[in-house]
């Protein structure tokens, strides 16, 4: 065989190469997200803490400092608690996370957003919330079994002005 | 002049693959046409995307649909084009890193390139948002899991007061809102990719923006075997309830959301950003670069306002302003930050010809680190010795055969900056002087460090371009050769070829020269 004939087989062959390098890398190996017998569990809620400080009635002494249209009866300062949320799966903590206030000045929402993978089965979720730098203890809470199918997503959501924790 | 720097050993690396790669002709050698294959395959993605967007459904509920029936449908148009859409990214990617080794590894991001560069690094994110955007308008299981762990990433920014993930909660599916801001950006980035390759080619005169024809039908070839072969198909429409359990993955455009989650979203920001601040500092690194060659100069005297070297120069640093004495006259200017110092244009000036009477060589632009005097002094001495009866000339170039290995007492051999830089009258000129040919080594179709040397010195040669050799020249006199840097065989063999038409023996009787190292 001449060695020109030679180079055109090598230059076929490395097209078909290069050809079959991309044909296989862009659908293989294939790839499974997660373990065919695992489901997800997200938490992901958007919320308004609490106020850090109580709103103070403005004495009529400092009201008559203020320029008019500023006089309000009660003063309130913006700033936001932050948000603390707990999830424990079967009894045991599995997720825990303090959101601090959007914004320049700490007075937007938290947010909070975790994907937590779960055997696929029957689990007892239970999942805190606590959203008052001034009061103890945790201000609202759901517990229950939760079933989850394999590759199932479930979503933990919460509004306070809507039922609260609610798990879907 | 001065000796040929070692080449580095990454630049020594790669241009021995481009090297062994050239099979049936450079031309078909991908490694030397990188720059142009992956714009060809960006054309190829604005067509076919143009065609695909004509005839699919770009709302969230019907897209999957639309697009799962022109492959099945239509599969012999819309089918096709849509199987082309993703292979032409694949190989865009593909081509776009190699060709950034490339001038990386040739040290090609300095000086006068460095806005080059940095125009190339810039269209890096873009091809990456736009690549991994696609996926997204299909609204499949993929489709879903990459719009997901890119909102995952994307969140690791506390940026937002809403995070995108909570764009993919739980409910069927997404918002239309949501969807035509997939379908704005992945038209509206390519848009900015133009831009940004009209930036990248701007300071480029005469810029490779198609490959060569037998690569360009190579390769629109290969991207419809593969279509036709391994045509892309959907998986199943998206269904947020549900975690995909097996993709067909596409590592080439998705590798990243793999690696975010074998790693974590800060290693791999931190690497990104880490890489693309390493990228752009890069022009600024010295390295063992040395100091900036000088730039080419104008001598007045001697410019008669022709614009052959405004027309060859290789990176537009030439431009014609009023002649300063002679009135009614232009005078090419030198743009120092742009100028390259390859010396191409003192190949194209006329005044260059050694044939001129005085005593001191001057000519209408000159390289002043080998000026052209220099190289009329050095030939004549050379062809003065008594040794160089019937001597043959070799014209090289620095980047490419290291030609002065040959020299010998019948070869008088000669290292220019560039192969360009040669005025085709010099090679008259040895003749003349007692030469008895004169052979011209440039690098290999492609292989210019300059990129356009070896073009314009094969077209002066072959009486195509001006200044051309002249016809009286003898064929049999002179020849050229391409020759890459580690490929000084192929000039001595040339050189053997040159001695037997010289004396009209032919050339099976001539054993071929093991090279002088
Ligand atoms: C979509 C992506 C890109 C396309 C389509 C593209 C295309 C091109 C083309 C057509 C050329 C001209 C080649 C020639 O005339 O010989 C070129 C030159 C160049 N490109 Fe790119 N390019 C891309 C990305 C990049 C990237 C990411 C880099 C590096 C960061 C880069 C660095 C360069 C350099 C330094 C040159 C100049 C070479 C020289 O002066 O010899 N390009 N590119
Ligand atoms: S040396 Fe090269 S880059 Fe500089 S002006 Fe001459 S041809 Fe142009
Ligand atoms: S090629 Fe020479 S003479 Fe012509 S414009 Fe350029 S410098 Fe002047």
Known sequence: MSSQAARWIGQIVLYAAFAAAIAVLSQWPEYRPVAADQALLKVSFLHHGQRLQACVEQTPQELAKLPPNMRAPTRCPRERSPVTVEVELDGSLVYRQTAAPSGLSRDGTASVYRSIPVTAGAHRVHVRIRDSARSEGFDFEHEGVVQFDPLQVRVVDFSAEQGGITIR | ?517
């Open chain 2, 1 to 517: 002049m001065n000796a040929p720097r070692p080449l580095p050993r990454l630049q020594a690396a790669w241009a021995w693959c481009e090297d062994r790669l050239d099979l049936a002709s450079p031309r078909l050698n991908p490694l030397r046409h990188l720059g142009s294959i992956a714009l060809l395959m960006f054309w190829v993605l604005v067509a076919s995307g143009i065609y695909l967007y004509a005839m699919i459904d770009t709302s969230v509920d019907d897209a999957h649909a639309s697009i799962d029936r022109l492959s099945r449908e239509q599969w012999y148009l819309g089918g096709l084009l849509r199987s082309m859409h993703r292979y032409a990214a694949d190989v865009l990617v593909l081509t776009t890193v190699l060709h950034l080794l490339r001038e990386w590894s040739f040290g090609r991001f300095r000086r006068f390139r460095a806005a080059t560069w940095w125009t190339g690094v810039a269209l890096l994110p873009l091809i990456t948002v736009s690549a991994i955007g696609g996926f997204w308008l299909n609204w499949d299981q993929l489709g879903q899991y990459s719009a997901i762990a890119t909102a995952e990433w994307l969140d690791w920014w506390p940026l937002f007061a809403s995070p995108f993930t909570r764009n993919f909660l739980g409910a069927a599916s997404i918002s239309d809102r949501l969807f035509s801001l997939f379908v704005f950006v992945h038209i509206g980035v390519p848009l900015l990719m133009v831009f940004g390759l009209w930036f990248h080619l701007r300071r480029l005169a005469h810029a490779a923006v198609w490959p060569p024809r037998p690569m360009l039908w190579t390769m629109l070839s290969l991207l419809l075997g593969l279509a036709a072969v391994a045509p892309v198909l959907s998986h199943a429409p998206a269904d947020l309830t549900r975690v995909p359990e097996v993709l067909a993955y596409d590592w080439i455009l998705l590798f990243v959301h793999p690696l975010v989650t074998v790693t974590s979203s800060t290693a791999v920001w931190l690497a990104t950003l880490g890489l693309l601040a390493l990228l752009l500092l890069l022009p600024f690194w010295r390295g063992a670069a040395v100091a900036a060659p000088a730039v080419a100069e104008v001598d007045p005297a001697h410019c008669s306002g022709c614009r052959r070297c405004v027309a060859d120069c290789p990176y537009d640093a030439i431009r014609m302003v009023e002649h300063p004495t002679r009135r009614g006259f232009a005078l090419a200017e030198v743009d120092a930050d742009a100028c390259a110092s390859c010396g191409i244009c003192v190949g194209s000036c006329p005044s260059s010809t050694p044939f001129r009477s005085m005593q001191h060589l001057r000519t209408g632009i000159d390289m002043p680190q080998q000026p052209i005097d220099a190289l009329r002094r050095a030939l004549r001495e050379r062809l003065g010795q008594a040794s160089a009866k019937s001597a043959l000339v070799v014209f090289g170039c620095d980047h490419a055969a290291p030609v002065r290995a040959l020299e010998a007492g019948d070869v008088a051999a000669f290292s220019l900056i560039c192969s360009g830089m040669l005025p085709p009258s010099f090679i008259e000129y040895a003749l003349r002087d007692g030469a008895a040919g004169v052979l011209v080594a440039t690098c290999r179709d492609g292989g210019c460090a300059f990129r356009l040397g070896q073009r314009w010195t094969a077209q002066r040669l072959a009486r195509e371009r001006e200044p051309a050799l002249r016809a009286t020249v003898p064929t049999e006199k002179f020849a050229c050769v391409a020759a890459g840097p580690g490929d000084i065989l192929a000039v001595s063999e040339a050189l053997a070829r040159l001695r037997a038409q010289t004396t009209g023996e032919t050339r099976s009787q001539v054993a071929v020269e093991s090279p002088a190292r």
